[in-house]
């Protein structure tokens, strides 16, 4: 029954049960962060990522920490609103980015809806922080990172020693 009906009346509630791939990133991609998180597990310091937008790669990888007992704390660093204006044109006028790219998609979130799906997912160790990164003081994470993802623009970053 339920079939025919989403058959019928295709809508988006449909992906709340049919199965669908929900990731950014390629399996071969999330395979090479997973590599990354292996070859830094012996380093100290925390999982740095700049970009973390609704969590779903964070999820991935977390379970997988869990999985082969990885114990660091996972800082993650969002506006929550998307591409700032000032990013995007620079992305796009002097970088030569894509325009149509999902610039804004990202803006329908909110830092509350990233904690709630970590807390509801048993993830304690991701910690969020809302800020511009190009605005943001890395020193005040303290240690160094052990690994680091970075999925925005930082071309406005002054050069800062940790
Ligand atoms: C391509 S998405 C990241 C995808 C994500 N890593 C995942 O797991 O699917 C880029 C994210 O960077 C964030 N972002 C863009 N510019 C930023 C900035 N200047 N400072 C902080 N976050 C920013 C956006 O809000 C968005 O959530």
New binding site residues.
Partial sequence: MLYHLTYMFPTPLNRTWMPHYS???TPAQLAFLVSCLAQTSSLPGPIL??????????L?LNQHMDACGLEKPYIC????????ER?IRYEVHDRKKDPRF?WHG??N?DQRWFDRAMERNGVHRVRSIQ??????YFSGIGTFPSAC?M????S?RKVESW
């Fill in positions: 990731y950014m990133f990522e700049v970009g973390c937008a609704r969590g779903h790669t964070k991935h660093l969002d506006t929550f609103s998307a591409f700032t990013d999902t990202f803006g979130n800020t511009d990164v190009n605005e943001f993802w999925w925005t623009c930082i406005r």
